[in-house]
């Protein structure tokens, strides 16, 4: 069909076509189909918890009766739904909030503005990524606020303050100025030296800062929010370094970490790798257990070290990062993308000419993970049924964790009643039930 509208052919669904193109690049559309599948998605699991806990609410189902009563059960009810509202208007205002950024003209507009005045050098692009970075989070801001002093508060978890608060978030901006900067640099200075393969040296640059991370955090990072001090001698200290000699886990210490700095709610995990390698306890979780559940709770995570997860997560995110680079070098090189949302498309391995392709990416890349979620969470939670298992056969029994599950289950006022493709999206764990029973049938 010509550009020209001289024949009566032209119907008013051609008009409507050619407004829309003008409007919106056909991507562009595909591209807000995305955001607003995943919205109404995230909608949709959220009532159908909502239902669930709702024809449960009554009574506390007879599976759970030893584990909390009457009004803990309902309290846990309360929390879960007051969350589940919170949930949704964050989700509809991120969502809103993508769909400004991305539709509006914001991004090309300020892209071009900040080039003009700045210049397109490398260390002036990492600026302007890192700028946007820091400008799209403050919109969540309030909303972190309000979870933790409104909703966190009303449920007696939160022992943080507004100073704390806004301290924790000046030093993640420091670490990410430290740290985040000069890695976006280095990434965009590849772009320059190595041409047509850079997004494959991009990769490696980002899995060795992984590491380099994973290495760092439990002696530099960590200790910036929270101290950590070795468990003091003890009966339960004793019972622990046993565990750790019997399962052969070489350990120099296992420390506690305030965590009641912030919060109420408990915690165990072990992080880092070779000689930084740290098992770490929550001080709420220490005073909430006995010391049988403490030791099958690090049994468990023994259990993570034993079975290799740590090792598979890392080559699973090795995985991550590759496919990311590989798929914004190839985004790059697309004309069409570029014009989806207003950028002029310039061709060459120049920082500038990546850049827009990666703030879009990044923008978008969670409008595909959302639905790839189910799948990761298929596989983490083998790892905790593995851990799980573990932990039962080191003990000898299962009770211990059984026991230790429960009362963290009580003590942070789990939602005992989950709907299946809820959980199936969302939950990285298994369940208080399946856990039981998975527990139960290895002993
Ligand atoms: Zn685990």
Redo the contacts with the bound molecule.
Sequence with gaps: MSGTVTTGNYSRADAWKDSLNSFMHPFAIIALILILARVFTELWLSRLNRHHVYANQNEVPPVFREVMDESTYRRSIDYTLVKNRFGNIVNVFDAVVLIAVLFSGLLPWSFGKFSASVGTSVAAMAAFLFLVGIALSIPGLPFEWYAQFKIEERFGFNTSTMKMWIVDRLKGLLLAVVFGYPLLVLVLKLIEWTGAKWWLWAAAVVVAFQLFVLLIAPVIIMPLFNKFTPLREGTLRDRLFALARRTSFPTRSIEVMDGSKRSRHSNAFFTGFGRFRKIVLFDTLIAQLSEPELESVLA??IG?YKKRHVVKLVGASTAGIVIAFAVIAWLARQQWFYQSFGFEYRMGFAAANVVPAMMLFALLAGTITFWVSPFVHVWSRR??YD?DAFAGETMGEPQSLIQALRKLSQKNLSNLTPHPLYSTFYYS?PTLLEREHALRLTA
């Design positions: 468990h995570e993570h790892f905790e851990a764990h």
